[in-house]
């Protein structure tokens, strides 16, 4: 029986072990959703929800949907769908595989799960969800982790803390974003993997594509290819200063591993690149980069907000 809006369920608010209790995990995000008074769930008619506006996935794949649809006719939707009600509609929250292979295998209802939660609840519930049950393509991952950010603001540390995850590993990811559309196409289309990807992120960008041309042509391994990065990186070094001789400019200085780290610790908080650049033993630049106007945009406002 389809649920309108004159029969939706009352519900009421109590402290919940957060979207991974409403996900299935046994993990902990702090969040407080709104839940059923009841754990049953209702029959909800697939044409009056809409997919989750906030999906981090971009491809689904037709298959994989194919196979589901005709699981479903065979045992039917064994778990409910998590929705929110948006006006007479309602909008998933988790489970939108379930829904496209419900309506592909013909079901009128689908059993779901009504809660209440914010649109950066909802979110957050997406990114989880693929996190923790699908292997999402890594640039994917990145681009929802910005997307996130821009819209909600807070700081890496923040979000990271939210997913359960560490920040270094929501920083590395997102910074795959500042690598050239051609690397990031090779990504997605699986020519190369989110190891090379990482690896590749310390060179500049013609190195950076140089580089991915050999790793397509000669089939590196993500080891072959840090090693490469390594040579690279220290063959570059004496160059510049290769034109001038010690006596018309000394040399610059090496980072030592104090400022190696801090460059890394302003890596991981701002999920952007940045390189701190040594003129003479007490002074040099900080280099941040930026991909688009929205990702300055993120990187200003983490700025103010640490200021």
Known sequence: ???????????????????????????????EPVVLSSPASDEISVELIRPNPFQPRREFDAQAISELAASIRKHGVLQPLLVRAVGDEYEIVAGERRWRAARKAGL??????????????????AIEENLKREDLNVLEKAEAFRRYLERFGGTVDELARRLSMSRSTVSNIMRLLDLPEHIQNAVRQDRISGGHARALLPLPPDAQLELTRRIEEEGLSVRKTEEAVRDILKASRPTDTAAETPAQRPPKPEPSAHVLSLQDQLRETLAARIDIRLKKKDAGQIVIHFGSNDDFERIIGQLRKAA
Do not use: F, W, Y
């Open 108 to 125: 009128e209802n689908i059993p779901c799960r009504v809660v209440e939660l914010q649109d950066n609840q909802v979110c957050e519930a």
């Open 1 to 31: 029986m389809d649920v309108n809006t004159a029969d939706k369920p009352k519900l009421k608010r109590r402290l919940g072990r957060g979207l991974n209790a409403l996900l299935g995990s046994p993990e902990d995000a702090g969040q």
